[in-house]
């Protein structure tokens, strides 16, 4: 028996190892597992390993170092390695391959990799032979299967060629081997060799032709010989190509043995069989050898009856000659003899004489030979013929024993279940599998019908008994049942059945199918059913692809299910009848806010905002489970929707909803220190409450043909959209206008050199009693559309932002309002203070902040007016280069607001060190006001920055309501649509 090649598996995750381990357990593999670098080194020290398996984790993660690592082990520097994961980055595979992987598989489908490994094993063979053997290594040796796909490419064909090994793979031979006529430089492919598969002899064909080197398209002139190739055991199926070629030159080129030498390595060596031969005529003897030997058998040689007999108990053969008159022992007893011998019994026995009378050749019969052969032999050609046909009878009636025989073994000790009936389905046989696993014992089942005896239950409580496939079509004639089983030969049960034990009551998990048990005139006699326990795997399967398709933080769907649930939409709605009426919606969400609670209070508390946001929105689309939603989490904090069969107003309800909830949600989170000095055991506590919001993107899924990545980008240039709109909304992207950006980045820039741009203004009013009384405004800025309306800032920032355009916009709106005060000093003189935006992406810019330092103290401008608003976001997301502005400005006079505050108190250890005059609180927080929450938080807001002696300025206040919580706090300044409008700046000069 073949030594089963020894495949060692390598993970990190042991489910992923016992998982794929039993999966090809039907595979000739003697599996090996290891789950860190020191047991595969320990494996290698005391196992010879014939192949590596690298999977699941360790695949995707450090797929590259466990190569690395088991390459610079000494006895592993030829083991093929194959990496086999899913969704494996391009730096990943690249690096993998630079690191000494063979082959790469991009997902574990036991087939798949069992195709693989089957190749690469077949490859290391090829590759021990090019290594070894001294007129293969000056060859290009090229394999492929019987349909010319590529197998194995040697060394020298990887040069000649310029394809690599594992490029080549499964590539055609006309791809990888290009060649063109010597004379007519026009392409040429190689015709393939001939075989005669009933004398198995193989007809091998040369050729000189000019090769091209794939990458320089260099031409090498080459002979080459193309020979088929046994891929198989057995010769006559299977066949393969060996193409072995050289370059012509002179001091390359091999003699005709040498190369003839190498092919016949490759190829499988005749050999018909082995025959004793018992004569007690030397010369016989000798010529009976010599025939046989030319006819490729193998022949051992005895003088008498007794010598034949001890030579077949030491070395038994697959025939014997037998001569019947020899001395101590005449060929009859001989026959007996070796009949009384165990594996003597079948073996056909040959009686060569000249003795024909009946007497004597019935006695020869009855002591059990098998044939005679007349002396003196006159035909040779009948005699090899002869012995052919009975060669042939015995090894089928060897392969049919051994078959029957391994049956009977295998029902007895195989690892399924097997049950067979009578054409009225009654029960006849089990096997001890089945036995254990129903309950029943073979006395006990026999004669009665097969749902008695396999009873399956549903997996839910009810345990309402299944009805078999096979069942329904039992009872049927035989035409019927043979239509049947002509459409659908083998019936497979889907619905994950369970059997139950009839003693024990113990449920197992199955897999199994049914097929007829048909005579040898095609009649249907009975059925067998073959089942097996996958209870574990099932649990295995079920957690590996749990794994595999949702994200181990939230347990929501990753990326990877949402988008093959997405292409698996657009490829239905390939087919008008499904896409009919239909409308489906792809949304993206990116919360708002969300690297603030990362950056103060760690990674661990951004983990917990992100599963508790993930339960509240899976609660709230559970009220929506009349449409196919998909929610995922797509990485960081983004995540995706997949709404199907809804309408526009339900998809735009069902975002609001969304929004909404992650707009009124609060959290807390308490950091806890323990101070070891205390004598009492008490905790100092310091406890944080954020508010975020999201940023929604929405997509309508188009009825014409779109890819999903067309969408994913659509999708996500709305979300971003809305987020640089000011956050916490929805945009909806218009289809009709796929790439909207090119038509805002033209206006912008249009209306930059056009002075296309406008600025208003809007009052900031004194409120409390720490404010300081006169006139106090916000500079608002706008921009002219195509068709002269007045943008908000909304409309475009997004664009702007993304185009890099917005400290362009910046300098504008500081050289206007600089200008301004210059020449507007009557109103200039009765002004406060006056606040200015500055966006996040001009905080770094060294133009806008060279302009203020220089123009300021030129322009003579009472710099104490001016107020600089710095988004909460910049000074949390880019604190150096806020503070370096803000610290650089001070010194000029200028002041400074911290603009959409409102994230809790996440943000105040920022403030101890900067010299912020106010803070503008965030108007989602003082809209909702009236909330008792939401009041205590901006009266904590108000109490801390009071501490610190900045002034606050509660924006979007739009009801009296709202005004009346402020001043029971006593907030400083109020603005709003409630105090004031905006205004064009030269009206508010009036």
């Known amino acids: 028996m073949n030594k089963l090649n ?65 390459r610079k082990l000494p006895t592993a520097k030829t083991v093929p390695i194959i990496l086999a994961g899913a969704h494996l980055t391009p730096e990943v595979i690249e690096n993998s391959y630079y690191m000494g992987a063979s082959d790469i598989v991009s997902m574990l489908h036991p087939e798949l990799l069992h195709q693989h490994i089957q190749l690469l094993l077949k490859n290391q ?105 046994p891929l198989s055991g057995n010769n006559s199926v299977g066949i393969g190509t060996i193409v072995v070629f050289w370059e012509t030159l002179e001091q390359h080129k091999l003699p005709n043995k040498a190369y003839q030498s190498a092919i016949n390595t490759l190829l499988p060596s005749k050999f018909n069989g082995n025959i004793l031969v018992a004569e007690d005529s030397a010369w016989m003897r000798m010529t009976l050898k010599w025939a046989l030997e030319e006819w490729d058998y193998n022949v051992m040689l005895a003088e008498d009856g007794e010598l034949a007999v001890e030579s077949f108990k030491e070395n038994p053969v697959d025939l014997i000659l037998m001569d019947a008159d020899m001395p101590v022992l005449n060929g009859i007893e001989a026959c007996k003899q070796i009949r009384a011998l165990a594996n003597g019994r079948n073996v056909p026995i040959v009686m060569v004489t000249g003795l024909d009378s009946p007497k004597w050749v019935d006695s020869a019969y009855r002591a059990g030979v098998t044939d005679f052969v007349s002396k003196p032999i006159v035909n040779w050609a009948v005699l ?3 012995i052919h046909y009975l060669m042939t009878a015995k090894r089928n009636e060897d392969a049919l024993f051994d078959e029957k025989e391994r049956a009977q073994i295998t029902l007895a000790s ?145 990326r990877s299910a949402f988008e093959l649930q997405a292409h698996s939409l657009l490829s239905r709605l390939e087919h008008p009848k499904l896409a009919a009426h239909q409308h489906h919606f792809l949304m993206y969400m990116d919360l708002d806010r969300f690297k603030t609670v990362n950056d103060t209070c760690g990674y661990e508390a951004g983990d917990q905002l992100l599963k508790n946001v993930a339960y509240l929105l899976q609660q709230r689309i559970s009220e929506y489970s009349q449409f196919n939603v998909t929610f995922a989490r797509l990485g960081g904090d983004e995540f995706g929707l997949l709404m199907e069969n809804a309408s526009c ?146 409309a475009f920032f997004s664009n702007a932002s993304r ?28 002004l406060n203070f006056a606040t200015v935006n500055i966006s996040y992406y001009s905080l770094e810019d060294p133009e ?40 650089t400005l001070k010194a000029l006079g200028f002041r400074f607001a911290i603009d959409n505050f409102g994230t809790g108190m996440s943000a105040f250890h920022y403030l101890h060190n900067l010299p912020i005059d106010f803070i503008k609180i965030d108007g989602a927080l003082i809209g909702n006001i009236t909330n008792p929450s939401t009041f205590m938080m901006v009266k904590a807001i108000y109490e801390i920055a009071r501490l610190e002696d900045i002034r606050i300025i509660a924006e979007w206040v739009e009801d009296a309501a709202c005004l009346q919580k402020l001043d029971e706090i006593g907030i400083d300044y109020v603005q709003g649509y409630f105090i004031a409008p905006e205004i064009p700046l030269v009206l508010a000069e009036n």
């Not at 310029?162 to 026009?186: I, K, M, P």
């Not at 195989?414 to 389905?425: M, N, Y």
């Not at 030969?489 to 049914?514: D, G, W, Y």
């Open 848 to 887: 806008l902040l060279n302009f203020i330092t220089q123009h300021a103290p030129q322009m003579q401008l009472p710099t104490h007016k001016i107020c600089f608003e710095i988004g909460e976001t910049s000074l949390i997301n880019n604190f150096t280069g806020t503070a370096t502005f803000i610290r």
């Open 6 to 70: 020894c495949i060692l598996l390598v993970s990190t995750d042991t489910a992923t190892c016992h998982a794929l381990k039993s999966q090809l357990s039907d595979k000739p593999y003697q599996i090996l597992i290891a789950t860190d670098r020191e047991r595969v080194d320990n494996m290698f020290q005391t196992e010879t390993i014939d192949l590596v398996v690298i999977c699941g984790n360790a695949a995707s993660e450090e797929g590259a170092l466990y190569c690395q690592s088991i």
């Open 125 to 229: 063979q090829f590759e021990e032979f090019t290594s070894t053997h001294p007129q293969a290594q000056n060859l290009g040796v090229i394999v492929t299967d019987q349909h010319q796909n590529l197998l194995y490419l040697s060394k020298i064909a990887q040069q000649l060629t310029g394809w690599l090994a594992h490029e080549a793979r499964q590539q055609n031979l006309s791809q990888v081997f290009q060649l063109l006529d010597t004379q007519s430089t026009l392409p040429i492919s190689l015709p393939f060799p001939t075989i005669n598969h009933d004398n198995l002899e193989f007809a091998q064909t040369s050729h000189r032709a000019a090769l091209v080197h794939r990458s320089t398209q260099t031409q090498t002139v080459i002979e080459c010989i193309v020979v088929p190739f």
């Open 649 to 794: 107003e339900q998809a735009n309800e069902l975002a609001n909803r969304l929004r909404e909830d992650v707009c009124n949600y609060r959290f807390l989170w308490t950091n806890k220190e323990r101070k070891e000095e205390l004598s009492s055991d008490i905790d100092r506590r310091e406890s944080f409450v954020f508010t975020i919001g999201a940023s929604i993107g929405v997509v309508l899924v188009p009825e014409e043909s779109l890819s999903y990545e067309s969408l994913a980008a659509m999708a996500g240039d709305a979300c971003h959209h809305a987020k640089n709109a000011g956050g916490n909304g929805i945009y909806i992207y218009q289809v009709d206008n796929p790439n909207p950006n090119i038509e805002w980045v033209k206006l912008i820039k249009h209306n930059l050199q056009q002075e296309g741009f406008a600025l208003f203004t809007q009052e900031i009013r004194a409120r409390g009693s720490r404010a300081t009384q006169g006139m106090c405004w916000e500079f608002l800025l706008r921009m002219y559309g195509e068709d002269r309306a007045l943008l908000k800032p909304g």
């Open 414 to 558: 195989i690892g399924e279940g097997v049950i067979t009936t009578d054409t009225h389905g009654r029960v006849e046989y089990l096997n001890q599998v089945a036995i254990s696993l129903t309950g029943w014992s073979v006395e006990e089942a026999k004669g009665k019908l097969l749902e008695q005896v396999f009873q399956l239950v549903e997996e839910e409580p009810s345990q309402n008994l299944m009805t078999l496939p096979i069942d329904a079509v039992i009872s049927r004639p035989n035409e019927e049942y043979l239509t049947f089983f002509a459409q659908r030969f083998i019936c497979k049960v889907v619905n994950n059945p369970i059997l139950m034990n009839r003693v024990t009551h113990q449920k197992f998990a199955i897999e199994e199918t049914s097929a007829p048990i048909e005579d040898r005139n095609g009649h249907v006699v009975g059925q067998v059913l073959v089942f097996r326990d996958i209870t574990e795997n099932r649990n295995l399967i079920l957690e590996l692809w749990h794994k595999a398709t949702h994200d181990a933080l939230t347990s929501l769907f990753n």
């Open 384 to 386: 090899r013929n002869r």
């Open 803 to 830: 185009n890099n355009l917005m400290p362009a916009i910046d300098r504008w709106v500081v050289k206007q309002i600089f200008e301004w005060f210059q020449h507007s000093e009557s109103v200039v003189n009765e």
